[in-house]
């Protein structure tokens, strides 16, 4: 009986033997297999292959090559098939693998259980051996305590000695800033909305006799572009066909804290770019974060600065092909510095990180624009919207992915685009109003009308109205959800800036510099008038009852 | 040299088994569709079905009724290893190893300090049902049903034993890593202990590059050290103890009297087994009244200066809390002394939040800090006190014993013992034997 087991115990240690040989094997292919592959997938990388990225090239010189679509689409069905193939591989190796480790677990310890004898006493401490163990183990413990206890002791002593390197705050040198009111980072204000802020702001002014004039300076060179605001910085920009250049000026005394020039940039075509009177040398307006404040000019050179002047990075983006001049403004999301490069061909949408410069991604635009894009929340996403002279498009400001579009425009778009309670307002000279609803179901055309339209000024959208400033004197008042005009005033001069929001007031800069101070409301009700004493055709920054508005020559800073 | 072949074996075992894990990564970027191609939104998938929260509850109990049944009863080490692999099957791979009883202290320590956060009553049942049945049944849910200790159960085929004295000192490392695992999840800071878990990555399959690295490392030394987490990190192990040292029922070596062969002695793998105290120490019973009297004066100052130690350490330890992170990083950015931003912190400046307000967070959060540091370290003192002085005083043992706190009730130590034992009918007719 004790034989038969015997040979049962060693019968099973051989079959366990020899499994484990077997699992060992096998374990040790798939692993190599598996090392295959890693290697295999760490060197190719088929979604950017040559062959692929040298069709989509040949592509886009011959937009309409049937035969050429299909080779590209079947190759990136290729790519994807070999991903996805790659990913079954991996993981069907894996649980390969631990089946052949399990088994293999399973046979070793089959055969160390069946192989194992008793102890046998030799070798066990006495009672000498025990002492020692003791006193050992006492001297260890302290000697560990002792170590531990000091050197924690250490580390409090240096982090209440050198506060610079250990300690986490000091309450008292913390930036205290109000995003909202503090800040105008970019044309038209926080996310490109026109909506300011501030609990109120001046009501009447005169450039000439300096009433209610807390400064007025003429900038070392013109621009058309509008002041933005960082706490107590103001910067703008200012070109003629020689110079470029970004200058930052002290929000409390008018005085420029820094200009810096642009200049010998990488990249900028010799021949001259082609612009037109309206447009100037230096129409775009600038974009800040606080760190860092971005200038582009319609030569194509992209500039970043830190907020104490120094040039961070700077790049052509290639002569524009606009004939009236690139004049789209900049806009800042998170650490994204985005540019709307729209030209009559090769137009794009780039996106930059705003510390290195580095592209992070870019879009095609199919079609020509003078407008900026706006950033807003629409309530569950952020959506980056940009019009031109075909459609209304949103992209995830994040990534570039194109969220929606809608071919509901027309003309030389420069109006930029408004939005509102869920709905986003487009208009252009020439064209219509039009009024997108976004619903669960997507983007939905509300309503559209081709009556009182603008050429440049920007509509203003708030939830009841969209107010309307034409380049022809109208200053109009529209039921935002139906598009039925409420009211509509003629002024002597047209605008070209945009209306702002101020609280309850609509503040409306004609081309003659005064500004129509109007309820925003569903009747006409005119607030006061003011005047600069100069033309203007930028759009003011108006945060913490003040307003910062560009003339023709001067900067201005109002405020009782 | 057979005993170098095997070492090399298991050496093997371990790689191929990481392997595995470190090529389940995704190697190609996501595919993007830039033409016709919609993507859709990013939805959140629904909760787990409580049902499996519930079949979890269930399967612990039955778990643990069953490894103490098989522990103190039956005395069968194959129904123990039967249900280590089990619990590795099930609590491992099929639950992905969460909610375990061990992170799930975490939790009971979130509760206690964030009244907005509710202890959710499956992950409270998760929490305290192992410590009751230590309370009555020893460390049978470490024997075999909890999946960290099951893994490395499984993994311990010829350790290497550690020197005694040197084990005493890392088992010290279990109360540091309780203290400041209950620190951080008090102070809503992070759950280290999930953090930190070394097995995750093999009951998910996956994990980046420096967490395989070190569960690689870590299931190397599983092999090398018998269940090295349970004896020298795992937090919760501590509590157990506790609630093991005060059970009336543990297991025995020897089902009936002892004999003193001594072949139990280097049985346990785990450094678990007591020793008879030796009738005469070369120490007169005046020095070491001396020197247990100086220990016990000493005690106090111990745990004064080590709750001053670690409250000092506040600023430090604080920075675990991404809210004092992120208050640092913003005065940092603002002074100019770092340039770039982070994502936190821009998002943090697209908020409505003042900095001021978030300073006084941060404030709140390093008082939190400094207090527990005192807490803390008042702790650690007293244990390391109790631990010396467990080490000065003499007690009377008679017979080989698994220490009642550290014994993980896995019944190895049973095969050394020749009293024979004559196992149940039940468990003759179940094979369990």
Redesign the interface.
């Known amino acids: 009986m004790n034989n038969l087991k015997q040979n049962m115990t060693e019968t099973i240690i051989r079959i366990s033997k020899g499994v484990a040989i077997v699992a060992a094997s096998f374990s040790l292919i798939v692993c190599i297999l598996l090392v295959a592959n890693f290697l295999q997938t760490k060197t190719i990388d088929p979604l950017n292959s040559r062959a692929l990225q040298g069709l989509t090239e040949k592509l886009q010189e011959t937009p309409g090559d049937q035969a050429l679509q299909n080779e590209i689409r079947a190759l990136d069905l290729l790519a994807r098939k070999a991903y996805f193939t790659n990913q079954w591989q991996l993981k069907t190796g894996a649980y390969l693998l631990i089946i052949g480790v399990g088994i293999l677990l399973i046979s070793l310890k089959t055969i160390f259980t069946l192989t194992k004898k008793l102890p046998l006493p030799e070798g066990c401490a006495d009672a000498d051996d025990s002492w020692k163990i003791i006193l050992q183990s006492r001297k260890w413990l302290t000697g560990f305590g002792s170590f531990l206890l000091t050197f924690s002791l250490l580390l409090a002593g240096l982090s209440y000695l050198n506060m610079n390197n250990f300690s986490f705050i000091k309450p008292q040198k913390m930036e205290k800033i109000d995003f909202k009111t503090e800040t105008w980072p970019g044309f038209r204000g926080i996310g490109g909305n026109s909506i300011s802020f501030a609990e109120s702001a001046p009501l009447s002014w005169n450039g000439e006799t300096g009433e209610n004039i807390l400064w007025k300076v003429k900038p070392p060179l013109p621009g058309y572009n509008s002041p933005v605001i960082w706490k107590d910085k103001l910067f703008i920009s200012g070109a003629d066909k020689n110079r470029q250049e970004v200058y930052c000026y002290d929000v409390e005394k008018g005085e420029i804290i820094w200009q810096s020039e642009v200049k010998d940039v990488p990249g900028r075509s010799q021949n001259k770019v082609r612009l037109h009177d309206d447009t100037g040398y230096a129409p775009n307006t600038l974009a800040t974060n606080g760190a860092y404040v971005a200038a582009i000019f319609p030569t194509g050179d992209l500039a970043c600065f830190k907020n104490d002047g120094g040039l961070v990075w700077a790049k052509n983006l290639g002569k524009p092909e606009n004939h009236y001049g690139h004049s789209s403004s900049l806009i800042i999301f998170e650490n994204l510095l985005i540019v709307q490069y729209d030209q009559k061909k090769k137009g794009k949408l780039l996106a930059f990180d705003i510390d290195s410069g580095n592209e992070v991604w870019r879009k095609k635009r199919n079609a020509i624009s003078w407008s900026s894009p706006i950033c807003v929340n629409t309530t569950n996403r952020m959506e980056l919207i940009l019009t031109n002279s075909t459609s209304i498009t949103s992209f995830d400001p994040r990534t570039g992915l194109e969220l929606w579009n809608m071919d509901v425009l027309a003309g030389e778009m420069g109006p930029s685009a408004a939005y509102a309670n869920g709905m986003v307002f487009g208009a252009n000279d020439y064209a219509s109003v039009v009024a997108i609803a976004l619903t669960s179901d997507g983007p939905k055309l509300k309503w559209e009308t081709d009556y009182n339209l603008p050429d440049t000024a920007s509509p203003l959208a708030t939830e009841k109205y969209l107010i309307i400033a034409c380049s022809y004197g109208y200053l109009v008042c529209k039921d935002a959800q139906t598009g039925k005009m409420l009211w509509e005033k003629e002024y002597d001069r047209g605008f070209y800036s945009s209306p702002i929001l101020v609280n309850d007031n609509i503040y409306a800069t004609d081309m003659q510099g005064v500004t129509h101070i109007v309820k925003c409301d569903s009747v006409y009700n005119l607030v006061g008038e003011a005047s600069l004493g100069e033309d203007s055709f930028c759009t003011p920054a108006i945060l913490k009852n003040r307003i910062y508005m560009r003339g023709d020559e001067y900067l201005y800073a109002i405020g009782n | 040299m057979r005993r170098k072949g095997v070492k090399y ?1 298991y050496l ?2 371990l ?3 990481l ?11 996501k ?2 569709f830039e033409t016709d191609y919609y ?1 859709p939104q990013t939805t959140t998938p629904l909760p787990d079905s409580q049902l499996f929260n519930y079949l979890d509850v269930f399967l612990l109990v039955i778990g643990m009724s069953l490894a103490a049944y098989f522990s103190l009863k039956s005395r069968s080490r194959r129904g123990i290893f039967i249900i280590s692999l089990l619990s590795v099957l099930y609590f491992g791979f099929f639950r992905k190893g969460c909610v375990c009883s061990v992170g799930s202290l975490q939790n009971f320590a979130l509760a206690l300090g964030n009244s907005g956060y509710v202890l959710p009553v499956l992950v409270g049942a998760v929490f305290i049902l192992p410590l009751l049945f230590s309370l009555f049944f020893a460390r049978s849910f470490c024997s075999s049903v909890c999946p960290l200790g099951a893994i490395q159960d ?2 311990v ?2 350790p290497l034993k550690l ?4 084990s ?2 890392l088992s ?1 490392l279990p109360y ?1 890593y309780l203290g400041f695992a209950v620190l951080l999840a008090f102070t809503n800071s992070g759950f280290i202990i999930c953090r930190y878990d070394p097995f995750i990555n093999i009951f998910r ?1 996956s994990g980046d590059f420096n967490k395989i690295i070190y569960t690689g490392a870590f299931l190397i030394l599983c092999v090398l050290i018998a269940r090295p987490y349970c004896r020298f990190l795992c937090p919760y192990g501590v509590l157990l103890g506790w609630m093991s040292g005060l059970s009336s029922r543990h297991v025995t070596i020897t089902p009936t009297e002892c004999i003193q ?7 346990c793998p785990f450094d678990a087994i007591e ?1 008879p ?7 007169t019973r005046t020095a070491g009244t001396k020197r247990v009297g100086i220990l016990l004066l000493l005690i106090p100052l ?1 745990i004064f ?2 709750g001053f ?2 409250s ?2 506040d ?2 330890l ?2 675990a809390n991404p809210t ?1 992170r992120l ?2 990083q ?2 940092l ?3 100019g002394v770092v ?3 982070t ?1 936190e912190s ?2 943090f ?4 939040k ?3 307000q ?3 967070e ?2 709140n959060i ?1 008082a939190q800090f400094r207090i527990g540091g005192w807490i803390l ?1 008042a702790f ?1 003192g007293l244990t ?1 006190s109790l ?2 002085f467990g ?2 005083v003499r007690r009377k043992r008679e017979d080989y014993e698994p220490n009642p706190q550290h014994c993980f009730s896995c019944g190895r130590c049973w ?2 013992c ?1 009293v024979d034992r004559a196992p149940s009918a039940k468990v003759k007719k179940l094979g369990l034997k």
């Open positions: 074996l093997f075992l790689i191929t088994l392997m595995g894990n470190l090529f389940a990564q995704d190697r190609f970027p595919p993007e993507q499984l993994l085929l010829k020197p005694s004295a040197l005493k000192v010290f540091l399959l062969c001594k072949l139990c002695e280097n049985s020793k105290s030796p009738d005469k120490v070369p120490e111990i200066v080590s130690a670690l000092r350490l600023n430090i604080a920075r004092v208050a640092e913003i005065r950015e603002d002074e340039k770039e931003t994502l821009r998002t400046r697209s908020q409505e003042t900095g001021e978030l300073a006084n941060s404030q390093v370290g650690l390391f631990k010396l080490l000065s095969e050394s020749p």
